[in-house]
């Protein structure tokens, strides 16, 4: 049975639907690691607990340092001059980025999400 030229295009366009979407998955994974994020917090600071909340809503992988029962925290947060939580520290290839307070919108840009901000 020979195949008829429809059925080649519908293979083909198939075939580029599932590559584009093997492909934004594999994207999205590369941009998940191609950046560190460390988070300053403190227990008691409603800023904080927002950032927390909204980057794991956004799935973003990110490492908590709580200043007020962990000593090694407070020591690295004071040697980084810092007084006001929350602080966050973005390593991304080749820059450092370090943002006070829970500003989404500057951390959604500096990862690229700017399309997908939810605040």
């Known amino acids: 049975m020979k195949n008829s030229k429809k059925d080649k295009i519908f293979f083909f366009e198939f075939f580029l639907v599932v590559f584009t979407y093997k492909d934004?998955?594999?994207?999205?994974e590369v941009i998940k690691m191609s950046y560190s994020i460390t988070v300053y917090t403190n227990p008691f600071c409603g800023h904080c607990y927002a950032l927390k909340a909204w980057l794991k809503e956004m799935e973003i992988n990110f490492i908590e340092r709580d200043i007020?029962?962990?000593?090694?925290?407070?020591?690295?947060?004071?040697?980084?001059?810092?007084?006001y939580t929350p602080f966050t520290v973005i390593e991304t290839?080749?820059?450092?980025?370090?943002?006070?307070?829970?500003?989404?919108?500057?951390?959604?840009?500096?990862?690229?999400?700017?399309?997908?901000?939810?605040?």
């Open 93 to 119: 290839v080749g820059e450092r980025h370090e943002i006070l307070g829970a500003n989404i919108k500057k951390i959604a840009r500096i990862l690229s999400l700017d399309k997908d901000v939810i605040v």
């Open 24 to 28: 934004r998955e594999k994207m999205r």
């Open 68 to 83: 007020v029962n962990d000593v090694s925290a407070a020591q690295e947060f004071r040697e980084l001059g810092q007084k």
